[in-house]
């Protein structure tokens, strides 16, 4: 560029000394204004080259960032952001899998999921000395889940399947439990299935909003042969460890609707297991603002028994617990006023013990 001046300097004194010798000052005048304007230009340009290209670079990306970011798969744009603040890593997908709350391969966003309203309750029920009840309601809101009617429901025994579903998943809508053994495998699932009631609340196609109270729903055992439809897990996984139940939601509709998108999922579900396990837990499965957790405890102590509890909470604020972190004895009920986000791998976990002394605990209740 300097040299593209220097030769235009030239070039424009050696017009102007013709033009003087041949046509006298008002032609010199006339000839070198415009390529004294145009060579003041390009100085100024040049002198200022890196303020225009920043400009014009900022320029662009507020006019076409927006439909470029649109035009892309949602990891794709959020691998770049994260690489740009942390550095070029292979820990991301973790991040970007919590994030999003999916895999955000799909550039509609189809295949991730975010509750904007999360409340949970359990109601723990002694059956006799050594087991209880464990009843949960729990509901999300979304902010419209297009195109996806269908809740996938993953049951298994590895922890490392249980840690890839959620960014390995194919479907926004799932529900994943961890139990302790291929034998509890067999006969939860079943069980479990004969207890889930599930309801939402949808948009049709006209803009109004419908809900369909939670009823029973069995849905469906997947074959193994179509596990790939439904997750994607490494070839080193034993997909013998893995159960999955899918529900159509469609189902739940009104005949005569055409659902436009899913506004809210509620599920109610219930599980026996042993007193002594001591603990019973929660955990968001995709990014979820949660409302609140609460517990009633009142039927969870036999006549002659006091129970003390404890809470232990993760997430990313500082919360206002009911309960310190000593052990206390609650009569009734517990509830904890999250109002915060929680990612996978995020929750709220209830312990309790018998006042006398600490029982034994064993085995794993998850939600």
Not at 158 to 174: M, Q, V
Not at 279 to 290: D, E, G, I, K, L
Not at 321 to 341: F, G, K, M, Y
Request: one cysteine or more; aromatic letters at 8%.
């Amino acid at each position: 560029m300097a040299v593209v001046l220097a030769v235009a300097a030239v070039l424009l004194s050696a017009i102007v000394v013709a033009a003087a010798l041949t046509a006298g000052a008002a032609a010199v005048v006339a000839i070198c204004s415009p390529l004294l304007l145009l060579t003041m230009i390009a100085l100024a340009a040049w002198l200022l080259r890196e303020r225009i290209g920043t400009w014009a670079a900022r320029t662009l990306v507020r006019v076409a960032g927006p439909a470029i970011v649109r035009s892309l798969p949602p990891r794709d744009v959020l691998g770049t952001l994260l690489d740009s603040v942390f550095g070029e890593s292979v820990g991301h997908e973790e991040i970007s899998s919590a994030l999003l709350g999916g895999g955000g391969f799909d550039v509609r966003g189809h295949d991730i999921a975010v509750s904007r309203s999360t409340t949970v309750h359990m109601s723990l029920q002694r059956i006799d000395h050594d087991t209880c009840l464990t009843a949960m309601t729990w509901s999300y809101e979304f902010a419209g889940v297009r195109d996806s009617h269908r809740l996938v429901i993953f049951t298994t025994t590895s922890e490392d399947i249980f840690r890839l579903l959620p960014s390995r998943r194919r479907f926004p809508l799932f529900e994943s439990w961890l139990v302790p053994s291929d034998d509890q495998l067999d006969e939860y699932v079943p069980g479990f299935r004969n207890r889930l009631a599930a309801g939402i609340s949808y948009r049709d196609e006209d803009g109004f909003v419908h809900t369909a109270a939670p009823s029973t729903e069995q849905g469906e055992a997947v074959p193994l042969r179509d596990y790939e439809q439904f997750v994607r897990l490494p070839e080193r996984l034993d997909r013998k460890e893995l159960r999955i139940v899918s529900l159509d939601l469609y189902d739940l509709a009104d005949p005569d609707h055409v659902v436009e998108a899913v506004e809210r999922l509620t599920l109610r579900a219930s599980t026996v297991g042993r007193f002594d396990q001591g603990f019973v837990t929660w955990s968001a499965p995709y990014p979820c603002y949660v409302d609140r957790v609460s517990y009633d405890v009142r039927d969870l102590s036999l006549a002659h028994e006091k129970i003390e509890y404890q809470l232990v909470v993760h997430t990313n604020g500082m919360l206002s617990l009911p309960l310190t972190l000593d052990w206390a004895h609650v009569p009734d009920e517990i509830t904890v006023a999250v109002n915060a986000w929680m990612l996978p791998g995020h929750g709220v976990t209830l312990l309790w013990r018998l006042a006398h002394g600490t029982e034994p605990i064993d085995g794993v209740e998850q939600f």
